[in-house]
């Protein structure tokens, strides 16, 4: 079976950082876009961040360009996302998601889910 399963999520300061990792296990990881979201209470859930098979392209929501950096080690079978300058509007659940070639930051063509974890950033 695959599982996606997020950690690093937690409580940091207004200008913090935080390193978010999602191990996958049950799929060939190097033949899946790798993705996170993310979803505030009250709000749809917001695409943060893609990486390539190989890891060598990128893509980003304008919010988090030059703020947030995604990559992913298809030796460990894991993605991470570095999240720097945390604001309190970064607060909210963040997802792994792992979807075919052209995915791209469309929630819809994602397959597989991780359970979330938690993200929140005091003033």
């Known amino acids: 079976q695959v599982q996606l399963v997020e950690s690093g999520g937690g409580l940091v300061q207004a200008g913090g950082s935080l390193r978010l990792s999602c191990a996958a296990s049950?799929?060939?990881?190097?033949?899946?876009?790798m993705a996170w979201f993310r979803q505030a209470p009250g709000k749809e859930r917001e695409f943060v961040a893609a990486i390539s098979l190989s890891g060598t392209g990128t893509n980003y929501a304008d919010s988090v360009k030059g703020q947030f950096t995604i990559s992913r080690d298809n030796a460990k079978n894991t993605v991470y996302l570095q999240m720097n300058s945390l604001k309190p509007e970064d607060t909210a659940v963040y997802y792994c998601?792992?979807?075919?070639?052209?995915?791209?930051?469309?929630?819809?063509?994602?397959?597989?889910w991780g359970q979330g974890t938690q993200v929140t950033v005091s003033s």
């Open positions: 049950g799929l060939t990881f190097s033949n899946y876009v």
């Open positions: 998601a792992a979807g075919r070639i052209g995915s791209g930051g469309y929630s819809r063509l994602y397959g597989y």
